[in-house]
C-alpha cells in the first residue's frame, strides 16, 4: 500500500537554526498538509497546500514557517528560526481530494527537537 | 468554539469488553467527524468517520454513535483485542475547510 515517507525521523537543532523537513506523499495525491504534535497533546493543524498554493494555513503558520513543492515528489516545511517551543512532532499529510472527501495519509512523523 | 473535548484521557478495558470514547464539540458549522488510531512511533490513520445526517456508523468492531442536538458523538470498540491498544483521536472539519480540529486523544489499554 502506497504512503507518506517523512524525513529525517529524528531532527535535532539550535534554537535560532533554520530546519527543512522533507516529506514525499502519495503520487498521485493533489492535497498536502502538515500537522503537529507537541508530546502527549492534540494533533494541530498548520497548513495546507493545493495547486502549489496554500490553500488554509492556522494562526500557528506564522512567517517563520513556510512549505514548498519543489518538484513533482516532495513536500517540505521550513522553520526559518527555530524556537525552543517549534519542539514537537511534525506530520505530514496528503489526500487524492480535500479533506472533506477522502481520508488523509499521515506520514510517521518527524520528531524536532531545540536546543 | 473550534474545540473538540474528548474523553476520557486514558482508558483499561478487559480484553473482550466495550471500550467507549466521547467527544463533544461547539462549532455547529462542523459536518465530518473521523476517528483516528494512532500506535506509538507512527502518525494517525483513519479508522472510520461520520456525516451528521446519519446517528450510527458501524464498521466491523467500531461504531461511532453521533448526537447532533447535543453535539457529541462516540466512539465503540466493541470485542476489544490487545492490538487494539493505542491513542485514538476524534476530530472535527466543515465543508469547505481544510482544518482537521482533533481531540487531545484517549490512551487506550487492552489488558488479557
Known amino acids: 500500500e502506497p504512503e507518506v515517507t517523512q524525513t529525517p525521523s529524528h531532527q535535532v537543532t539550535q534554537m535560532g537554526q533554520e530546519v527543512i523537513l522533507r516529506c514525499v506523499p502519495i503520487?498521485?495525491?493533489?492535497?498536502f498538509y502538515w500537522y503537529r504534535q507537541i508530546l502527549g497533546q492534540k494533533v494541530e493543524f498548520l497548513v495546507s497546500?493545493?495547486?502549489?498554493?496554500?490553500?488554509?494555513k492556522s494562526e500557528i503558520f506564522d512567517d517563520q514557517f513556510s512549505v514548498e513543492r519543489p518538484d513533482g515528489s516532495n513536500f517540505t516545511l521550513k522553520i526559518r528560526s527555530t524556537k525552543l517551543e517549534d519542539s514537537a512532532m511534525y506530520f505530514c499529510?496528503?489526500?487524492?481530494?480535500?479533506?472533506?472527501?477522502?481520508?488523509?495519509?499521515f506520514g510517521n512523523g518527524t520528531r524536532l527537537t531545540v536546543t | 468554539q473550534q474545540q473538540v473535548k474528548q474523553s476520557p484521557q486514558s482508558l483499561i478495558v478487559q480484553k473482550g469488553g466495550i471500550s467507549i470514547i466521547n467527544c463533544a464539540y461547539e462549532?455547529?458549522?462542523?459536518?465530518?467527524f473521523p476517528w483516528y488510531q494512532q500506535f506509538p512511533g507512527k502518525g494517525p490513520a483513519l479508522l472510520i468517520a461520520?456525516?451528521?445526517?446519519?446517528s450510527e456508523k458501524k464498521e466491523g468492531r467500531f461504531t461511532i454513535s453521533f448526537n447532533k442536538s447535543a453535539k457529541q458523538f462516540s466512539l465503540h470498540i466493541m470485542d476489544s483485542q490487545p492490538g487494539d491498544s493505542a491513542t485514538y483521536f476524534c476530530?472535527?472539519?466543515?465543508?469547505?475547510?481544510?482544518?482537521?480540529?482533533f481531540g487531545t486523544g484517549t490512551r487506550l489499554t487492552i489488558i488479557p
Open positions: 476530530a472535527a472539519l466543515n465543508f469547505g475547510n481544510e482544518k482537521l480540529t
Open positions: 462549532n455547529t458549522a462542523f459536518d465530518y
Open positions: 497546500f493545493y495547486n502549489n498554493e496554500i490553500s488554509e
Open positions: 503520487s498521485n495525491h493533489l492535497y
Open positions: 499529510a496528503s489526500s487524492g481530494g480535500s479533506s472533506y472527501n477522502s481520508p488523509l495519509h
Open positions: 461520520i456525516r451528521p445526517d446519519v
